[in-house]
């Protein structure tokens, strides 16, 4: 028989958690790495640290103004990464960053000085001095050959041809040109000066002033040389440095391929919103970008008046993409980056642009290993804890509630095994790292959970109180305490949402799983603790006093009842 109090009949509402919980285990044991263990942080397993070095084009000591502005940008990737517990500190004129586990890759990534500008390509690519092969030749026998010379974003705008925006992209660039211009050698590039015996940010101030003499240079004998010499497998000294109003000679991102660049169009702080997804159409992962009113103007210009033409993307002083133009892109479109990007890779691209560019460039160091700051010691100490106090959970709901803290238990487990496989997919999906701040937010939790067992038991003896049985007391009794548990676990939420939105750090990760385990807590009561305990109510067995603990209270009940019936005769 369904319960009379509008709710979903238990056997229904059993048989949803379950299938939440077959779905979630499902998604860790049959997609993805199949790890069946969550991300830990850095204080319970260490993880890469990077120090990265600011540099200024002059070569003075970076500001503490830009070091925090960067710290501020870089933290903020962070976030839109998930919640990593990342660490980012600033330390003397250097950014340390610090991820948990062994992969250095997402640290050099949050680092990223993220300088996005737009130009047009200058003639065709060709192979860089290091490429072991050369660039792949374009797969669409109808996209229009890129012209030669630089397009003028001022020249009056033909007809749209209403086809998208890009066709093509830079890993599908037109092969290297073999018979591009040979390298001029009446014009040799200015010889760098020597910076051996210079400090670290005269150094690096040096070697980028010698790239802007040749990879910069006005004179075009100097950069077809530059074009034909550049080694993309080395160090860029340039890396987000160079001067958007002047050429550029730039390799993609692949290190196949080099480019001649005309001078900036639009410049990545127009961008108003980047994000990643799958292009079916190409059967490829791209970045979509929004510009200001500014910039989608400039755009719409360009692109109508450049048809046939390339655009490169340039990513600190690296060619991106560089697809085509085969239409007009109207104002107020979004316009996609394509290339051969995986769906971290685009989604960290995406996430670099939409928080804005690093005020200064930095250059990463070696990556090296830290150990954890807590250990798995601490680990263990805080599991142990949260044992205890389960267990000291189960113990008192035993004795106070008899038999029904044997669905207290069974309750706690459904909760324990669902707030784990959350843990796990969290960590898959979003980078998410359990640390001991973590581990504490979901021991309250657990705590929390407990206490809306509390509010509902109270609330079926004060029913009972009142004369009812035990089988009318516990959907009487559901119906006031849910009222109850839901005003309860909303101000929890909310104070967890406050302290996550405030907070910065491990006080983060605290913030995230209370609130986590907050919403846990009210899905487990409803689905399982108030089924369980109503399909306990039409059972004999639970009925009895000396198994539902209840007795005492049916007692004080009788009593009343005498009472009053002794009044009335009275």
């Known amino acids: 028989m369904a319960p009379s109090n509008g709710s979903v009949h238990p056997v229904r509402s059993l048989a949803l958690f379950g299938a939440i919980l077959v779905a979630l285990y499902a998604l860790i044991f049959f997609t993805g790495d199949k790890s069946a263990t969550p991300k830990l942080g850095i204080d319970l397993q260490g993880g890469t640290r990077v120090t990265l070095t600011a540099r200024t084009p002059d070569g003075s000591a970076p500001s503490q103004d830009s070091l925090r502005q960067a710290q501020q940008i870089i933290e903020t990737r962070v976030n839109g990464l998930g919640v990593s517990g990342s660490e980012v500190v600033i330390d003397g004129d250097n950014l340390v960053i610090t991820v948990p586990g062994d992969d250095s890759s997402q640290a050099r990534t949050l680092g990223q000085t993220a300088r996005l500008y ?96 040749t990879r910069q240079s006005e004179d075009p004998a100097v950069l077809q040389q530059a074009m034909a010499t550049l080694d993309c497998s080395a160090a860029d000294p340039l890396a987000g440095n160079d001067d958007p109003a002047k050429p550029l000679v730039a390799c993609s991102t692949d290190g196949t391929a080099v480019y001649l660049l005309g001078p900036s169009i639009i410049d990545g702080q127009q961008i108003t919103d980047a994000s990643s997804g799958y292009n079916t159409q190409q059967s490829r992962y791209e970045v979509s970008l929004t510009f200001d009113s500014e910039g989608s103007s400039t755009w719409a210009q360009f692109t109508a008046a450049s048809i046939g033409q390339q655009a490169a993307f340039v990513l600190d002083s690296k060619v991106v993409s560089a697809p085509v133009i085969q239409g007009a892109t109207p104002a107020g479109s979004a316009t996609s980056i394509t290339g051969n990007f995986t769906n971290t890779q685009a989604t960290e691209l995406a996430n670099t642009l939409k928080y804005g560019s690093l005020p200064l460039s930095f250059a990463a160091s070696e990556a090296e290993t830290v150990s954890a700051t807590l250990g798995l010691a601490s680990l263990e100490a805080g599991l142990i804890a949260g044992v205890v106090g389960l267990v000291l959970v189960l113990l008192y709901s035993l004795v106070y509630y008899r038999m029904l803290g044997v669905l207290v238990a069974l309750s706690l487990v459904m909760s324990g095994l669902a707030v784990y496989a959350v843990m796990v997919l969290l960590g898959r999906y979003i980078n998410f790292t359990l640390d001991l701040a973590g581990i504490a937010g979901l021991i309250i939790g657990i705590g929390m959970t407990a206490d809306s067992f509390v509010v509902f038991f109270e609330r079926i003896k004060d029913e009972i109180r009142e004369g009812r049985s035990f089988r009318s007391a516990v959907p009487r009794g559901w119906a006031r305490a849910r009222r109850t548990i839901l005003s309860g676990n909303a101000v929890s939420f909310i104070a967890a949402a406050v302290l996550y939105v405030l907070a910065v750090g491990q006080v983060r990760g605290f913030a995230f799983t209370l609130g986590l385990t907050t919403i846990l807590d009210v899905v487990v009561v409803f689905l399982v603790t108030w089924p369980l305990v109503h399909l306990a109510s039409t059972s004999k067995f639970w009925s009895k006093p000396s198994v539902n603990g209840l007795g005492a209270i049916q007692q004080v009940a009788r009593e009343r009842q005498l009472a009053a019936a002794s009044a009335k005769e009275a």
């Not at 996209?143 to 066709?167: K, L, V």
């Not at 040799?188 to 070697?207: C, G, H, I, M, Y």
């Open 118 to 213: 737009i130009r047009p390509v200058i003639g065709q690519p060709i192979a860089s001095a290091n490429a072991a092969q050369p660039a792949p030749a374009p797969t669409d026998p109808q996209a229009p050959a890129p012209a030669t010379p630089a397009p003028d974003a001022a020249t009056p705008a033909p007809e749209p041809q209403g086809r998208p925006f890009p066709a093509q992209d830079p890993t599908d660039t037109p092969a290297p040109a073999t018979d591009a211009p040979a390298p001029a050698t009446d014009a040799p590039a200015p010889a760098p000066a020597p910076t051996e015996d210079l400090d670290p940010q005269a150094r690096a101030a040096a070697d980028i002033a010698a790239a802007k003499e």
